[in-house]
Each structure stands twice: as C-alpha cells, then as structure tokens.
Nanobody, 125 residues
Framework: QVQLVESGGGLVQAGGSLRLSCAAS????????MGWFRQAPGKEREFVAA????????SYADSMKGRFTISRDNAKNAVYLQMNSLKSEDTAVYFC??????????????????WGQGTQVTVSS
C-alpha cells in the first residue's frame, strides 16, 4: 500500500503561481511513476503531468506544457507540481497518483494504482 497526501492548493489570482506537493508513505514509491491529475466541477478527470522514478522522463498534457513543471525528490518520497501563469480554467481538484506497473510515464489514469485525496486549486479571474 502507498498513501499519498497532497498539499499546497489554495486560492490564487490569474497569472499567479502555486506549488503543489505530494508526500508518499507506506510501501516505498521511489521506483514508481508519480503523476498529477485534476478534475474540475462537472468534468472528467484529466491528466496533468507524470514523472519517471529517475526524473529523466517527464510527460505533460499539451495545455500545461511551458506553464507547469513536475519534479520529484526520491529521498523524501515526494513529487511536486510547480504551476505558473495560472488561468481560471486551471481551477480543479488536483490529485497525486502512483503507477507501480508502467515503465514510462503514462497519461492513462487507469494505469495508476494509488491516489491521494486531492487538493483544491482555485484561480480567480
């Protein structure tokens, strides 16, 4: 079992920045792929970004490229999402997830085995 706890969400004005953190505990997640997804009210969950355990391969949804940066600290069993130039459409609950089976980062949420409870990000225009 892997437990995931997100933090860092909040209210920010459009154009601002936030840094989300996700702390993993339990079965070590150091060799697993870690990712971020989000879900806005009335919409389906969507992929945001994912990172390989080594950090050498990162994957982003097209709409986040250039604005969001995913990183991880394996010594702390943590993954981060730096979000810049935030837009109102980025308002959503952001979830951290772990994929214990894939070899490279995937955007398919069905591949992820463990999920956090989510942290709310609200961007005001």
């Amino acid at each position: 079992q892997v437990q995931l706890v997100e933090s860092g969400g909040g209210l920010v004005q459009a154009g601002g920045s936030l840094r989300l953190s996700c702390a993993a505990s339990g079965r070590t997640a150091r060799t697993y792929i870690m990712g971020w997804f989000r879900q806005a009210p009335g919409k389906e969950r969507e992929f945001v970004a994912a990172i390989m355990w080594s950090g050498t391969i990162r994957s982003y949804a097209d709409s986040m490229k250039g604005r969001f940066t995913i990183s991880r600290d394996n010594a702390k069993n943590a993954v981060y999402l730096q979000m810049n130039s935030l837009k109102s459409e980025d308002t959503a609950v952001y979830f951290c997830a772990v994929d214990v089976r894939s070899a490279i980062p995937t955007s398919d949420g069905k591949r992820y085995d463990y999920w956090g409870q989510g942290t709310q990000v609200t961007v005001s225009s």
